[in-house]
């Protein structure tokens, strides 16, 4: 795997932070799959549009055995094999060939299971997704979401763009003054309404308005 880092250092470069469930891997299909055998009865397809209800009652269970099923999923190491989306390599390839960095920001819960980090990090491996760091949900007592962790880290300036799935994740991105977010386009975030965010299709895409995003960074920060 051809792995061309920045020319940066890793205090000054750009950064692009990416989701991974629903927005690098096809998480929703994956574990309806899962769930599917897991309960022995069928739901909703993967396909069919979720106005904008927890997947708990889209599912027609309760929260309760949700999150049992969903326990049961990450405890299994499920995570190490749910389908990556098409061009998921290309895309955090072509990020640091254009000397920027990856930082992969993920709600899975680190702290609470110890399988957690290294089916990730397995995951990423097996689908060649190169990156920089790794941000956890929660690991900021005072204000646990991942995109406080990476301002906190990164600050606002560096962040290029947030890629994400799920509308409540995308407020938290802009209530951290994160400017510029790309939503996932997934049938579970179509309704309610497209929140402050640019809707794209897939990953190829992505990096038609991402290489755009990086060219202006470099323009406006002497690059």
């Known amino acids: ?8 250092s890793r205090a000054d470069a750009p950064v692009v932070a990416i989701d991974i469930d629903g927005t690098m891997g096809n998480y929703h299909a994956h574990f309806l799959w899962f769930a599917t055998h897991w309960f022995g009865r069928e739901f909703p397809h993967p396909e069919e549009v979720n106005p904008g209800i927890r997947l708990s009652t889209f599912m027609g269970i309760t929260h309760r055995e949700y999150r049992e099923c969903k326990l049961a999923y990450r405890q299994g190491g499920l995570k190490r094999f749910m389908p990556a989306y098409p061009g998921a390599d290309r895309l955090t390839r072509r990020i640091r ?8 920001c993920t709600t899975r819960p680190y702290l ?19 990156y920089d ?12 979401t991942k995109y406080a962790d990476l301002v906190n ?26 400017g510029t977010v790309y939503m996932m386009d997934q049938p579970y975030n179509r309704e309610p309404a497209t929140p ?28």
Do not use: C
């Open 97 to 104: 060939k254009a000397r920027a960095q990856v930082w992969i």
């Open 153 to 178: 880290q990164v600050g606002t300036d560096r962040i290029v763009a947030v890629v994400e799935d799920l509308p409540e994740q995308i407020a938290d991105a802009h209530k951290h003054g994160i």
């Open 133 to 144: 760091a790794v941000i956890w949900e929660g690991i900021d007592e005072e204000d646990p």
């Open 196 to 223: 402050d965010a640019y809707r794209i299709r897939d990953l190829d895409e992505l990096w038609g308005n991402l290489e755009v995003d990086l060219s202006i960074w470099y323009e406006n920060h002497g690059g």
């Open 1 to 8: 795997m051809e792995d061309v880092g920045p020319f940066r």
């Open 112 to 130: 609470r299971l110890d399988n957690i980090d290294p089916d990730t990090r397995e995951w990423l491996r097996r689908n060649n997704i190169q």
